[in-house]
């Protein structure tokens, strides 16, 4: 278990609708990346959030939305939804933002767009 | 922008045997990290070695070892002993030492899916 807790596990909707993946991060990381894993597309970074602010964004579309809150946890918001949005959709903590710090991955939402 | 590309799809090994995953990279940095990350069927994300550039000596993680050719830009992953529990989709991921922007995200490749035949 790496600490870091995501949910739901797994998300059925249809196309048009929004969601709210929820992550919690370890206890005393600061650092929240999301990441998105498709069969196409592999793994891609979406967005880092580090104490309640915005620190990185990568290929992540205007239809996603971020945020940390000031407990740390995190959410990521996917509205519009489309078929190709299906995916797994991780989050992973870490404690500082440096390029040495060890990044510990939840199991990652299901989300299934039908 | 930094590529990762691992060129073997799929990958098996005899358990108790050693197989060795390839990864190569494309990047005009000097400084940054590398790592192997194992998905096992339970879709987590487990870092399995790292390995930072400016180390000439190649890391070692009990049956884990990695081959860094910085020249080459290569990084493959060897595992001795191979066990059934090592069967998963193994992933080669780049970071960049230099901050700013999105430099501290994980690239990743295709990944390698390792079946251990018993």
């Known amino acids: 278990d790496s600490g870091v807790t995501q949910t739901p596990k797994h998300l059925i909707t249809a196309t048009g609708q929004r969601v709210t993946l929820r992550c919690s991060p370890r206890?005393?990381?600061?650092?929240v990346y999301w990441y998105q894993q498709s069969l196409d597309q592999g793994l891609q970074f979406l967005i880092q959030y580090y104490n309640g602010e915005e620190r990185a964004k990568g290929n992540i579309l205007e239809r996603f939305s971020a945020q940390q809150f000031p407990d740390l946890h995190s959410e990521l918001n996917l509205s519009s939804l489309e078929l190709g949005d299906s995916a797994l959709y991780f989050c992973?903590?870490?404690?500082?933002?440096?390029?040495?710090?060890?990044?510990?991955f939840g199991s990652g939402t299901q989300l299934s767009v039908l | 922008a930094q590529t990762v590309t691992q060129s073997q799809p799929e990958m098996s090994v005899q358990e108790a045997e050693t197989v060795t995953l390839s990864c190569t990279y494309d990047t005009s940095e000097s400084d940054y990290y590398l790592f192997w990350y194992k998905q096992p069927p339970s879709r987590q994300m487990i870092l399995v070695i790292r390995?930072?550039?400016?180390?000439?000596q190649n890391a070692t993680e009990n049956r884990f070892s990695v081959n860094f050719q910085k020249a080459a830009k290569s990084f493959s992953l060897k595992i001795s002993d191979s066990q059934l529990g090592d069967a998963a989709m193994y992933f080669c991921a780049y970071r960049s030492s230099y901050s700013g922007g999105s430099n501290y995200k994980l690239t990743f490749g295709k990944g390698t899916l390792l079946t251990v035949n018993p």
């Open positions: 992973a903590s870490s404690v500082g933002l440096g390029p040495n710090e060890k990044l510990f």
């Open positions: 390995q930072e550039a400016y180390k000439q």
């Open positions: 206890s005393g990381d600061l650092s």
